[in-house]
Each structure stands twice: as C-alpha cells, then as structure tokens.
C-alpha cells in the first residue's frame, strides 16, 4: 500500500502528518519526495547504508585554452548562462547551442551532479532522500529514482509513506503517480485553497484518489467552510480537520513526531484521521 502526502505548496504541515501516520502504522518504507526541503529523516536516529550519485541536465563546459573571446556563444545563448566562454552552471540549461556556434569548439557538455540519494536505516525500516546540491533543480526524475530505490524493498504488506514534494510541477507529479492514494494537506487560507484546488486537479487528471485534510482548521472557520464545501461538491472525502496547536511547534523543534506528545490536539486529531483512513479509504493489504 504506498500512500502519498501532498499538498499545493509548502508549509502546511504536510511533513508532521507524513510522520505521524508513518509512526502510527510503523510504515517500513518512507520517501522524502520533498527534495527541495528534505527534513524527515531529522527525526530518526538512523543510519545511512547506501549513497549514490544523481545527474541532472548536462552543462556546457569550456577549454579555456581553445576559447578566443570570440563572443559568440553570449549572443546565441538565451538564457543569458555564459559570457566569453564563462558558464554559469545556475543559469545554463544544457541546451548544446553554444556547442555549435563556437568557432574553435571550446565548449562541450559534461554532466552535473545535482544531488546525493540516501537510503537511511531507521529503527522500523528506511528512509529514502535526497540531498540537494545549492542551486540543484528538483526535478521529477529525482523523485522517480527516489521512488524506484524504495521500490526494491516494498512488499505486499508493507506500507509506504511518502512525503511529497510541494507545488504542481514535475517533482510532485512524480511523488503522486502510482500511489494507491494521496492525502492533501491544506490550510484554511484562501491562497491555501488555490493550492488545494490545483493539486487536487492534478491528482483527478492522473486518477489517483485523493483524501484530504485540513491542518490549523480554526485559524479561519469561513475558509475551512469553503474548503468543506469544495470537498464536498467534488466528492472528496474530508478525513481530518486538525486543530491549531502550539505543540507542534515545540514537536518540529524537538524532532520529536507530534504524536508522542500526550496533551497534544493536534496529535488526537491525526490519531482520528489515521483511524478514519484504514477503517474506510485504504486497505493495508492492498497489492503494488
Ligand atoms: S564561442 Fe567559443 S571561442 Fe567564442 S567566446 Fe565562446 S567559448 Fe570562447
Ligand atoms: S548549453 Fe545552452 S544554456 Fe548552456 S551556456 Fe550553452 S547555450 Fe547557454
């Protein structure tokens, strides 16, 4: 059973419940799809047991010795990435165009390593993640190698958690696909429910059933309204509501998952959801 925490954009709480369901359900196989923002596994003890390499788009590369500062390889690159045979790998898009119009070919394209990929051993299973190099793109097809490593080691009866990237572009269109289902975790904020909307419009085009939630639901009772009707005219199930609660501040600051705190709302809330969940959306046997 592979189940996917998403949302529209960042900072609604989507990692805490990816957490604490993963806690909850002893889910053995966690993804940190959150490439940008990799953070889940900052609340385990664990080890890392494997690393590799991840390539992103190639990048021009230039011979000082063959360059004449001819120029130009400025004047045919449009994305302003390289002036009198200086790249700058933040900017270039590996497009090849300068390859071509270098008098004295200087200029190739070599590969760029953009990120780290970890499997991290935890106390009930692993964690897969990535780390970023500063100015590495996200790209979806991270995220799918990501999703491919923790494949190997899912069964029939394991779950899988996977903390999805934010937004709606390539990176989380690879966090949703082939999940059995997504939660969407939205705030009662009306750029909140923009963003809900949009990602729920995107799981509904690539047919993956979505549940939804909504986190600090008492922050704004109107918009949490307008969520619920939203959700109801779409026939999303609305499996949580999920009060403010200070505690979780204190739980992120702690790397401590929310549910380990008794006098928590929020970790009672998550508790319910959870329940609501696996007694009437998914089933824990369900086969990959
Ligand atoms: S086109 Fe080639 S030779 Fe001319 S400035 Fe660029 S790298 Fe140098
Ligand atoms: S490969 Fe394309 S994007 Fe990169 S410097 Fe050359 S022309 Fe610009």
């Given at each position: 059973m592979r189940l996917g925490i998403i949302s529209g954009?960042?900072?609604?709480?989507k990692t805490t419940i990816a957490v604490s369901i993963a806690e909850l359900e002893k889910a053995s196989i966690r993804v940190d799809a959150d490439v940008d923002a990799s953070?889940?596994?900052?609340?385990y003890d664990g080890w890392d047991i494997d690393k590799e390499y991840f390539f992103g788009n190639d990048i021009a590369s230039v011979d000082k010795d063959l360059c004449?500062?001819?120029g130009k390889c400025n004047e045919v690159c449009r994305f302003d990435a390289i002036n009198m045979g200086d790249v700058n790998p933040l900017k270039c898009e590996g497009c090849g165009a300068c390859t071509l119009v270098c008098p004295n070919e200087a200029i190739g394209l070599v590969e760029q390593k953009t990120a780290e990929i970890y499997t991290t051993e935890i106390p009930n299973g692993k964690i897969f993640r990535a780390d970023m190099e500063i100015g590495g793109d996200g790209s979806g097809l991270l995220v799918s190698r990501l999703r491919k490593k923790a494949e190997k080691y899912e069964t029939n009866s394991n779950l899988t958690i996977l903390d999805g990237s934010p937004g709606i572009g390539c990176p989380v269109i690879a966090s949703i696909t082939n999940n059995d289902k997504v939660l969407i975790v939205t705030e009662p904020t009306k750029s909140g429910l923009e963003d809900f909307i949009r990602v729920f419009k995107l799981a509904e085009h690539f047919n993956i059933s979505a549940l939804a939630c909504i986190n600090k639901y008492d922050i704004n009772e109107e918009v949490t309204n307008e969520v619920e009707e939203y959700c109801k005219d779409k026939e999303i199930p609305l499996v949580g509501k999920i009060p403010y609660d200070e505690m979780v501040v204190k739980s992120i600051n702690d790397l401590?998952?929310?549910?380990?705190?008794?006098?928590s709302k929020a970790n009672h809330a998550i508790r319910e959801m959870w329940k609501e969940i696996k007694e009437n959306y998914v089933n824990m046997r369900e086969e990959f």
């Open positions: 954009k960042g900072g609604t709480g953070n889940m596994y900052l609340y004449i500062e001819c401590k998952p929310i549910i380990y705190y008794e006098n």
